[in-house]
């Protein structure tokens, strides 16, 4: 249990709750009433509070806004039946987050820092969790360069943020999916493995493209010959193929999921075969032609398990099984553990 940190709370005169639907919730587009904000300047971290959620006032020279030195994160909160609160492995956030600042030349959060803010901002707002069936609140703290200055050096002034949105699901049936082979997201010896703001920048011109031709998101392939699978859209991506449990490993390149290692923790528990190997596009395909893809899915903190209904390639679409029964297990187990409601044997829940 993280102590909470004694921080400077400025409250919100009239809360906005009560504007809200709980029961049709649109995801990431409403805030809960505060945020907490923290400043660094002169080699450290200052100026540490909460206040109302609001608009902020940067400079037009700001250093993000020129060069994207920005770092972020998504978890979430969950409400169980006996009113408590209950975060999905926070310390392991707090953890990748160090990480992605490192890359970027942000100075990191320690992560005793970051639960400390969570914890804080969690309980001055814990009204704004939902308690309804697939319902969570959505967190993200995000560091971000504040210097008003163009030219190209790291910030010596930072903003760390962590504001909240209740959500409902993110999707809501299973999604279509199409192999890119030709745009990148992420290259080795890029920035692939950090969670900052210019990596889904540029996910979003071929994700539009694919959208335009019928499908939600992409498979990403490797950026140098684009002959190994990777990452699906803005998740981790896993196969069942025949009886094995398939996903590319984690590098440079591609993001260390927190639910993609949840997954792989469970589907050992449970005794099944687990693969993490580069997965070449041409074994996919003969698998698919064979009808030895089984499930496809991805994971990640938005949507949890998304499970993938056809996936799209060289002009083929191949359709997977309607049912899909280990997707299933997986959003139903993880969801239990979420809310308390089975055994956490690893220790992943934190209540605040």
């Known amino acids: 249990m993280t102590e909470t940190a004694e921080f400077e709370i400025k409250k919100i005169e009239r809360s906005r709750i009560s504007e809200v639907d709980f029961n049709n919730i649109p995801f ?34 700001n250093a993000t806004l020129h060069y994207g030195q920005s770092v972020f994160e998504g978890l979430k909160a969950y409400k169980n039946k006996a009113g408590e609160i209950l975060i999905f492995r926070p310390e392991a956030n707090a953890k990748r987050m160090i990480v992605s600042a490192e ?61 909240t949105a209740p959500v409902g699901a993110y999707y809501s049936e299973p999604v279509n999916v199409k192999i890119e082979t030709k745009y990148t997201r992420a290259v080795a010896g890029g920035v692939g493995y950090a969670k900052t703001a210019g990596n889904y920048a540029a996910s979003l011109y071929p994700a539009l493209q694919a959208q335009k031709e019928g499908y939600h998101q992409l498979i990403w392939t490797d950026g140098q010959t684009h002959e190994f699978v990777e990452e699906a859209g803005t998740m981790n991506l896993l196969f069942l193929i025949n009886d094995t449990l398939v996903t590319a ?104």
């Open 249 to 352: 490993p984690t590098g440079d390149s591609i993001l260390n999921g927190i639910t993609r290692d949840s997954v792989l923790t469970l589907a050992k528990d449970w005794g099944m075969k687990v693969e993490e190997k580069r997965l070449s596009v041409k074994e996919l395909e003969a698998a698919l032609k064979a009808g030895e893809v089984k499930e496809a899915f991805g994971a990640g903190t938005a949507a949890t398990i998304a499970k993938i209904h056809k996936i799209g390639y060289n002009g083929v679409d191949y359709v997977l099984p309607e049912e899909k029964p280990l997707s299933d297990k997986l959003f139903d187990t993880l969801d239990k553990i979420k809310l308390g409601e089975i055994e956490d044997t690893h220790g992943w829940v934190y209540k605040v």
């Open 28 to 61: 990431g587009k409403v805030y809960a009433d505060h945020m907490f904000v923290a400043d660094f300047e002169n080699g450290e971290w200052k100026n540490m509070r909460i206040e109302p959620y609001g608009d902020l006032s940067i400079s037009p020279a």
């Open 103 to 163: 890359r970027m030349c942000i100075p990191p959060i320690s992560e005793e820092f970051f639960m400390s803010a969570l914890t804080a901002l969690l309980k001055v707002d814990s009204a704004w969790v939902p308690g309804q069936e697939n319902t969570s609140l959505y967190i993200r703290p995000v560091v971000f360069a504040d210097d008003p200055y163009v030219g190209i050096r790291p910030s010596e002034t930072y903003k760390f943020l962590i504001f």
